[in-house]
Structures are given as structure tokens and as C-alpha cells.
């Protein structure tokens, strides 16, 4: 049976949200409707041009009709308060779209005069500024949470008051037009490198991964990945890991992508019994480990290379080892709480065949060709346009029904900027908290907290840096997230001597599990929403369902032969990985006590400390715990049951 046969789709009225949009967007109708969907073609249109090489505009220009766009979909499209209508936009959100539409007009048209002025600004200007600040956190808090504006808020009253704070924290202060120049009218602030990575990279990713999900290659990863794992145990779930990683990897976010392929295994996996819960935690951890697989890693992976300054091929080969770690972390826990609920998989008759699944491999032609020109040194949004997106094109008129009509192209258009619009404006909010950081040096200051608290000693500065980088993130997009906790929390770890790569890591796997843990889970809210579960449940169980997400970036900053860090020697790179991955596998299995079946509280007590001395890198213990694991494992294989177990579905 192919996804084809389990979700039927059709386009919805150009500008019209998606049936999975969140439910706090509008759904317009008529005129307005075509409206918003003239505005993302536009939208899109303009940086596909961009991305091409045909346009050229300096940065401040792009970043302000990148912004400039979000901002009057946000107004459109997001209601400010729950009494506000849902089917029609109210006159003050007409008004509040004009006026942002003027304000990043006017920064497009006025930016080389600031220029030239290097610094000094006219009254008007000042005036534009704080209207533009006002507009902006006005739009994060109806699209991503408030909690990112009063974090930006405080931030930016701590500029101004500095003066008046004692002891290390305290600075000179800093008098508001001085703020307002150096936050939105210079490239330091709202229109810095943040908003950069959205306007260059970020958006045209989303367009790629629109292209990809109307080529239907959502399908072909759902349908590979049931043919290799769907008739084993659990099999849905395994289906699950497999096709939303693949497909994270080109989404890069979270929430998007639990939306995308979601909507095929959640139901799957609740078919065969898995609790609906505990459906959505797989779901949303599987789409959060998309952003940390190589070769593609979604769009941070390409700020962090740019940010260290080296090649993206580096970064991606660094990356393999534990993103490979996370998943057998994942996919073992999803195995044992198959074998402890007795559950099967699917049956022959509901796996697609294999040979004709494998005919569809051409789809995977863009992600080739995005990875071959990176490794070429192209620049990741030349190689997303040429290798990716255009490829993809050319590829959809290989059969009639994947062909790209005008309205097809629009709507995926559409879809792509409702995206792009959400992670633009978090970008520009997110720019102010690093422009406040410029401004004061607050980041060495915080690390010289968090270095005190730790008392000088790694592991705790670790677990402080993770719970730092995971609060920064909570609500945030993966890149906001990363950026916010690599000016923050990653000074911290270089301080302690650890080299720039492992400690980039380190902070964006904590990011991105932003995404996954309570209170603010925004991935698993929209997977509980399509399973029927409880979010907090369903967050709760993405937490322990990627336990492997919280260890391994721990592993690899002690023993950095994963990230192949070194002097290069196979074995130690084999020995780091084998005992870091079968320790992972006797946690899961202690954690869903199941091995070969139901295991005992004193076998899974010895189990979990066979798999806990596994993962610590050193030499003795592992030793220790692989002749721990080898008693367990050989004793419960002998005195195994029969297990009873459901029938397949």
C-alpha cells in the first residue's frame, strides 16, 4: 500500500491556509484570499530571482523586502487577539499592513543616505526606528510567542539601563536614539546577519522543500522507509524515524515537517497500537533529527559553516557520526516499546512493493545536486536554486500528474511563504537580542556566570550551557535558536579550551531539541495535534523518546573521535562509535523494559548500568559494561517466552 493510498490531496484556493495550517491563521476568502497569494508569489518570486544571480541588491535592501513581506502576511493573516476575525482582515490590521509595507520601504529607499551619514542619523529617522520596533514585536507576538518579545524587551531596557545596574552586569548606558540607530537603522540589530540567513538561505530552502513535497518525494521516503522497516515490529514508528528524518533534513524545521509527513505515520502507528501519545513523540522526534542529519541538515548548517568559517563538507562529515548516534538512540526505543507492547507490523499485503518504489529514485536528483555543488564551494543558496530547486522542476514534467501548472506553482508558493514568514520575523526579533549583545558585551559577561557557577569544572558548565541554550530556544525556529545560544552559551565551552566545531554542535543539537521539550514545544504541540493527544504528554514523551539527542552531544565534546576530531585512527573512531551506540541501545531498551520481551525490574536496573558505563568514554568502563550487557543479554535470550503478539495490520 503507497502513501498515494492513504492521503488524497487537493489545492485549496490560492492564498487560502493549508488544512494543517495552525489555528490561529485567518482563512480568507475571495479577493483577500488573492490578495495574500499575489503578495507570496511576488514574495517568492523575488528571492527566487535573487537566488539566481539575475538580481543583485546589497544586503540592507534584501533584508528589507524580505521583512518588509513577512510583515504584511503576518498582518494579514494572523489575528491579533482571539476575538479577532478569522475570515476577514479588521481595518486596524489593514492599517498596521500598510504602515509596516512603508516602513521597509522607507529603510530601502533611505539606507545608502544612512550610509553615507556613518552614524548620524536625522529626527525622522529615529521616529521610523521606534515605529518600526513597535510593529515588529507587535507581529512575533501574534506569530511565535510573546515570550520572544519580552525576552527582546528586557534586552533592549538593559541597554538603556545598564548604567543603573550593579556589579558585573552594569554598563555605561546608552541614551535612545543611540539605541534606535545602532538596533534597526544599522545592518548590527534587526537587519544584521540574522535576518541575513532568512532573506539568502532560509527562504529559498523552504522553497526547495515546497518543490520537493509537490514532486512527491514525502511519498517516496514514507514508501522507502516501509518497504525497509515496515513488517518488523513497530514497523509504522521505524517508518516513521526513517522518512521523517529524510525529509527533515531538507524542511529544517520542526514543526513543518512533522505537519508534511505527520499526517501519513501518525495514523499508521496508532493503527497497529501505539498510544496516540506516544505516535506524535515519534513523530516530532524523528522531524527534530532532520536537522542534524548530513549531507543537507536543513539551513543552519550553513550559517554555523559560515559563522566558523569553514567548508561545508567539513561540517557535514563532522555531523555524521552523531547524527547517526541520535537515530539509533530513537529507532532502538521505538523497537522496545514495540517488543513491550506485543506489537507487529504491518502486513505483506500493506507493504508497497519494493522494485517499483525503487524506480522512483530519480527523486532523489535535487538532493544530489545540492550536495555535489556544495561540495563545489558554491554558495548554499546558489546550490539550492541550481542543484535543488531547478533540478526539482525539471523533474515534476516527467509525468503528467507532478507537472507544475501556474496554479500548482502558486500554491506551493503560498504554502512556502506562510513558512518563510514566521521564520523572517523571528530572525529580525532575534537580530535585535544580538544587536543589544553587540552594543553592551553582555555574552562574555553571561559566560562569566555560567563559568562561575560551574566552578570551573566541564560537566557541570555542560549541563548549565545545555539548559541556557534549550530556554533561548523554547518557541524559536532552529536557526534563531542556535544564533541566540552561540553568542550566549558557546563562549562558555571555547573559554573551557574546547575547540569551535564540537561546541557549534553542541548548541545547535540543544536548539533544535527546543523544539521537543515542555513547557514551550512547538513540535510537539503540532503532533499531538494531529494524533488527538495531550501536548504535554506528547512533549513529555518526545523528552524521553529522544534521550539519545540529550547524551550525545555530551559524548562528543569528551571524545571528540566523533566528530572525527583528531589524529584520524580508524580504530578509536570505530571503538567511540560501537560503544556509544550499543550504550544507547541498553538505555532504550532499560527505558521501555523490553529486551528480546518484557524484562524484570532487577534485568532492567543491570541493563540501564550496562548501558550507562558503555556511553562514558573511557576504556575500563566500557569494558565493564559490555561484559555486564553480554551476562544480561545472553541470560534473558535463553530464558525468553514466546511473546504474544497482535496481528499484523
Given at each position: 500500500m503507497s502513501t498515494e493510498s492513504l492521503k488524497q490531496t487537493g489545492a485549496p484556493p490560492l492564498g487560502a491556509p493549508k488544512e494543517d495550517a495552525p489555528s490561529n491563521r485567518r482563512r480568507l476568502e475571495s479577493w483577500q484570499a488573492s490578495l495574500v497569494g499575489f503578495i507570496c508569489v511576488v514574495w517568492a518570486s523575488f528571492h527566487l530571482l535573487v537566488a539566481s544571480g539575475f538580481l543583485i541588491l546589497p544586503p540592507t535592501q534584501l533584508r528589507a523586502v524580505h521583512l518588509g513581506a513577512a510583515l504584511a502576511l503576518c498582518f494579514l493573516l494572523v489575528p491579533g487577539s482571539k476575538r479577532s476575525s478569522r475570515t476577514s482582515v479588521p481595518m486596524l490590521d489593514w492599517l498596521l499592513m500598510l504602515v509596516a509595507a512603508g516602513l521597509m520601504g522607507y529603510m530601502f529607499f533611505r539606507y545608502e543616505t544612512l550610509i553615507r551619514l556613518g552614524g548620524r542619523t536625522e529626527p525622522q529617522d529615529i521616529y521610523i526606528g521606534l515605529a518600526g520596533m513597535l510593529i515588529l514585536f507587535e507581529a512575533a507576538r501574534r506569530t511565535i510567542s510573546p515570550g520572544l518579545v519580552v525576552l527582546a524587551s528586557i534586552a533592549l531596557l538593559y541597554v538603556f539601563f545598564g548604567e543603573y545596574i550593579p556589579g558585573s552586569m552594569g554598563h555605561s548606558g546608552f541614551t535612545l536614539r543611540r539605541i534606535v540607530q545602532h538596533i534597526f537603522l544599522s545592518g548590527e540589530g534587526v537587519f544584521g546577519f540574522v535576518l541575513g540567513v532568512s532573506a539568502e538561505i532560509i527562504i529559498v530552502?523552504?522553497?526547495?522543500?515546497?518543490?520537493?513535497?509537490?514532486?512527491?518525494?514525502?511519498?517516496?521516503?514514507?514508501?522507502?522507509?516501509?518497504?525497509?522497516?515496515?513488517?518488523?515490529?513497530?514497523?509504522?514508528?521505524?517508518?516513521?524515524?526513517?522518512?521523517?528524518?529524510?525529509?527533515?533534513?531538507?524542511?529544517?524545521?520542526?514543526?513543518?515537517?512533522?505537519?508534511?509527513?505527520?499526517?501519513?505515520?501518525?495514523?499508521?502507528?496508532?493503527?497497529?497500537?501505539?498510544?496516540?501519545?506516544?505516535?506524535?513523540?515519534v513523530e516530532c522526534v524523528a522531524s527534530c533529527g532532520g536537522q542534524i542529519l548530513p549531507p543537507i541538515m536543513g539551513a543552519t548548517a550553513f550559517v554555523i559553516a559560515d559563522a566558523l568559517g569553514i567548508p561545508y563538507a567539513k561540517l557535514a562529515l563532522a555531523a555524521t557520526l552523531p547524527a547517526l548516534l541520535y537515530f539509533v538512540g530513537v529507532y532502538a526505543t521505538v523497537h522496545f516499546r514495540a517488543v513491550h507492547l506485543g506489537l507487529r507490523g504491518l502486513s505483506k499485503e500493506n507493504i508497497p512493493h519494493l522494485l517499483p518504489t525503487l524506480k522512483k529514485i530519480y527523486l532523489l536528483l535535487p538532493l544530489a545536486g545540492i550536495v555535489i555543488m556544495l561540495m563545489n564551494d558554491y554558495t548554499p543558496t546558489a546550490a539550492a536554486f541550481w542543484g535543488g530547486i531547478v533540478v526539482a522542476i525539471c523533474i515534476t514534467f516527467m509525468k503528467k500528474e507532478s507537472r507544475l501548472t501556474f496554479e500548482k506553482i502558486g500554491q506551493l508558493m503560498a504554502n512556502?511563504?506562510?513558512?518563510?514568514?514566521?521564520?523572517?520575523?523571528?530572525?529580525?526579533?532575534?537580530?535585535?537580542?544580538?544587536?543589544?549583545?553587540?552594543?553592551?558585551?553582555?555574552?562574555?559577561?553571561?559566560?562569566?556566570?555560567?563559568?562561575?557557577?560551574?566552578?570551573?569544572?566541564?560537566?557541570?558548565?555542560?549541563?548549565?550551557?545545555?539548559?541556557?541554550?534549550?530556554?533561548?530556544g523554547m518557541g524559536l525556529p532552529t536557526t534563531a535558536a542556535y544564533v541566540l545560544a552561540a553568542i550566549s552559551a558557546a563562549p562558555v565551552l571555547q573559554r573551557m579550551g574546547l575547540p569551535e566545531l564540537p561546541t557549534h554542535l553542541f548548541v545547535l543539537y540543544y536548539g533544535a531539541l527546543s523544539a521537543l521539550t515542555p513547557p514551550v514545544c512547538t513540535g510537539a504541540y503540532t503532533a499531538a495535534g494531529l494524533a488527538g493527544a495531550s501536548p504535554t504528554k506528547t512533549g513529555f514523551a518526545s523528552v524521553r523518546l529522544a534521550l539519545s539527542g540529550f547524551i550525545v552531544p555530551m559524548l562528543f565534546l569528551y571524545d571528540q573521535e566523533l566528530v572525527l576530531m583528531g589524529d584520524w585512527k580508524g580504530f578509536a573512531i570505530v571503538d567511540a562509535f560501537v560503544s556509544a551506540a550499543v550504550g544507547l541501545i541498553l538505555i532504550s531498551s532499560a527505558l521501555e523494559g523490553a529486551l528480546f520481551e518484557r524484562l524484570n525490574p532487577p534485568l532492567r536496573a543491570l541493563i540501564g548500568l550496562a548501558g550507562l558505563l558503555m556511553v562514558i568514554p573511557e576504556p575500563l568502563t566500557n569494558y565493564v559494561g559490555y561484559a555486564i550487557a553480554a551476562v544480561v543479554v545472553v541470560y534473558c535470550y535463553k530464558n525468553r517466552k514466546e511473546p504474544v503478539l497482535q496481528q499484523a495490520v
Open positions: 530552502f523552504i522553497l526547495f522543500g515546497a518543490v520537493l513535497e509537490r514532486v512527491g518525494i514525502a511519498s517516496f521516503f514514507n514508501d522507502l522507509a516501509n518497504c525497509i522497516a515496515g513488517r518488523a515490529r513497530g514497523g509504522p514508528a521505524k517508518i516513521a524515524v526513517i522518512s521523517s528524518a529524510l525529509m527533515g533534513m531538507v524542511s529544517g524545521e520542526t514543526s513543518a515537517n512533522v505537519a508534511t509527513t505527520g499526517v501519513f505515520t501518525i495514523p499508521l502507528m496508532k493503527r497497529i497500537g501505539y498510544p496516540p501519545y506516544f505516535a506524535g513523540a512556502a511563504c506562510r513558512t518563510g514568514m514566521t521564520l523572517a520575523i523571528a530572525c529580525a526579533v532575534v537580530g535585535t537580542i544580538v544587536g543589544t549583545a553587540s552594543m553592551t558585551g553582555v555574552t562574555m559577561t553571561i559566560a562569566d556566570g555560567i563559568f562561575s557557577l560551574a566552578g570551573g569544572m566541564l560537566f557541570p558548565a555542560l549541563i548549565l550551557t545545555m539548559l541556557v541554550t534549550i530556554v533561548l
